[in-house]
């Protein structure tokens, strides 16, 4: 199967499961995409990106429904942090 096929056949699931979070290929990496808690604003939710700094290939997609699972349960129980997954903000810790 090549990839596209495949992360595309992966967004569905997710979907038909209730999870709102995508995977996108963004030239030749890999993102998550979806309603993510605003950085400022912490009682608001818009749609927004975090970039894996995956490769676009077999090996980044399966990484990626790793990272998505835990970005996923991390909004269900109220523990997503942009401190642990955006570089600039953990740069300046």
Request: glycine fraction near 4%; proline fraction near 3%; include cysteine.
């Amino acid at each position: 199967m090549d990839f596209n096929t495949e992360l595309s056949r992966i967004n569905q699931i997710l979907a038909s499961q209730g999870i709102k979070l995508r995977i996108e290929k963004r030239r030749e990496l890999l993102n998550l995409r979806g309603p993510l808690p605003c950085s400022i604003e912490k009682d608001k939710v818009k749609i927004q990106r975090i970039s894996l700094h995956l490769n676009a290939d077999q090996e980044g997609l399966k990484e990626a429904q790793e990272i998505l699972r835990l970005v996923h349960y991390q909004l269900k129980h109220k523990q997503f942090n942009w401190d642990h997954w955006s570089p600039q903000k953990s740069q300046k810790l």
